[in-house]
């Protein structure tokens, strides 16, 4: 079975980026897109369910297009289970919004919930404190697979695909009816032995949970070592030797993942879009393929962003014109490989570069500005004022070089940038500060 993990989508969001009017609504819609693309990805690749691990929208205050497309993207993919863990942002504020819950909707909120999805077992509340040793379990029907030929049937036969999509459900409402099974969570390192005395004691209305039944656990916020107040921190020793076998986080806006004791993974699939530059790099979701006789999983990052951000930083010291700079610049973005037109880059220029050095960042600019999406440039670089050259310099130049030396107040770098104006202005160029 496969799954699909993704978290803090944060649609609606304001951007950090310095986008101009149009770029952030087109931004603001390519989330929104993404969203939708990953659910026609989830039905092309016949996944099973998307699991949404928090901070779907930005803040409580959602906007009429992201609620729409979120609901009618749902509504459109019947054959896809999708469960939302509502995060610290969004306060349930979607679900208030929508005009129904969709069948194919479970939400996860402050109660510890748990779902079964064939022998997958999906787990999470929004507000962490502990694997709680037994929980109701609600049975999810496994939907049908979304036929790829019903699409062109669809475009054919109008009425077909209306019904397909907009609640011939009947299979998901006739199996949730069913009265939800009791499941005794048990210490994996048990002995097969115990398991069978203890099978014979619940057996009845309980019915414990399966050995190879695979067990995802939904939070969201902050993994630790050792807990805090923070209500947004997880205590990873509440979380070890539990039976998870992949503990699906959000909050993290960067894939990074873990070893969960004694034999899952934990696993962050970063923000689905980068919303700035502090959240460089590739972006995307997880994808989950559960083998369910054998409980075996494989855990892919699959980046699925339709634009990602890079900071660059390029050593330019001893640089001494623009064009040797675009040089410098030039090789580093052509190193790295995995930046496209598409993309939001900015490079930050740094290493200590001679006053006298010719720097135009007006024509570095102009040199990059159309190759990207978005390109912003940053100096970072420090002056060098070789102070012996203007020693006998009879000039005026070197009579402001040599006054600046002296100055008592002045700190080295403000020296260096006033003679570097200094030293243009008097050679009648054009300076940028
Ligand atoms: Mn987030």
């Known amino acids: 079975m496969k799954i699909i993990h993704c978290a803090d989508l944060h649609l609606d969001s304001k951007m950090t980026t310095h986008l101009s009017g149009e770029q952030l ?20 690749q016949d996944v099973r369910a998307i699991l949404i691990c928090g901070d779907l929208f930005d803040s409580k205050n959602i906007s009429a297009q992201a609620v729409n497309t979120v609901y009618e993207t749902i509504r459109r993919h019947p054959g896809i289970v999708f469960f939302y863990l509502t995060g610290n942002h969004e306060e349930g504020a979607f679900v208030d919004a929508l005009p129904s819950v969709p069948e194919n909707l479970k939400i996860f909120g402050s109660e510890w919930t748990a779902y079964r999805l064939g022998t997958v077992l999906i ?17 999810v029907p496994v939907p049908l697979k979304e036929e790829a030929t019903d699409k062109k049937a669809a475009s054919a036969e109008a009425p077909v695909f209306a019904a397909k999509c907009f609640g011939n459900q009947e299979h998901l409402k006739e199996a949730s009816t069913e009265a939800p099974a009791f499941v005794n969570f048990r210490d994996p390192d048990e002995s097969a032995e115990e398991r069978g005395n203890d099978d014979s004691e619940s057996a009845g209305a309980e ?15 902050q993994l630790t070592e050792y807990g805090g107040a923070d209500p947004e921190t997880l205590n990873l020793q509440l979380l070890r030797n539990r039976g998870i076998d992949y503990l699906a986080l959000g909050h993290i806006h960067a894939y990074k993942k873990g070893a969960l004791e004694p034999r899952g993974i934990w696993c962050y699939p970063g923000a689905l879009e980068g919303r700035g530059f502090d959240e460089c790099g590739e972006h995307g979701f997880v994808l989950l393929d559960i083998d369910e006789a054998s409980g075996n999983c494989s855990d892919t990052f699959i980046p699925f962003a339709s634009r990602n951000l890079w900071e660059l930083s390029v050593e330019i010291g001893g640089a001494a014109s623009t064009i040797e700079i675009i040089e410098k610049m030039e090789a580093v973005i052509a190193a790295a ?57 009879a000039s005026l130049k070197g009579e402001l070089v040599r006054l600046l030396q002296k100055d008592p107040v002045l700190s080295e770098d403000e020296k260096a940038e006033i003679v570097r104006c200094g030293l243009q202005a008097l050679s009648g160029e054009e300076f940028e500060f």
Do not use: W
């Not at 603001?28 to 939708?36: D, G, N, V």
């Not at 999470?124 to 049975?139: D, I, L, M, R, Y």
């Not at 006053?355 to 100096?379: G, P, S, W, Y």
């Open 337 to 393: 490989e995995k930046i496209r037109a598409e993309d939001m880059v900015r490079v930050v220029l740094t290493g200590r570069i001679d006053v006298c050095a010719e720097k135009n960042m007006t024509q570095i600019l102009t040199h990059f500005r159309d190759r990207f999406e978005l390109f912003q440039l940053r100096d970072e670089t420090s002056l060098d004022v070789n102070y012996l050259s203007f020693e006998h310099d």
């Open 207 to 221: 019915k414990t949970i399966r050995v190879d039944t695979f067990r995802i656990v939904a939070l969201h916020g």
């Open 123 to 139: 787990e999470g509340t929004n507000h962490f404190t502990e694997v709680p040793q037994a929980s109701n379990v609600k049975e």
């Open 25 to 44: 609504r087109r931004r603001r819609a390519e989330l929104l897109h993404t969203f939708t693309r990953m659910a026609d990805y989830a039905a092309e």
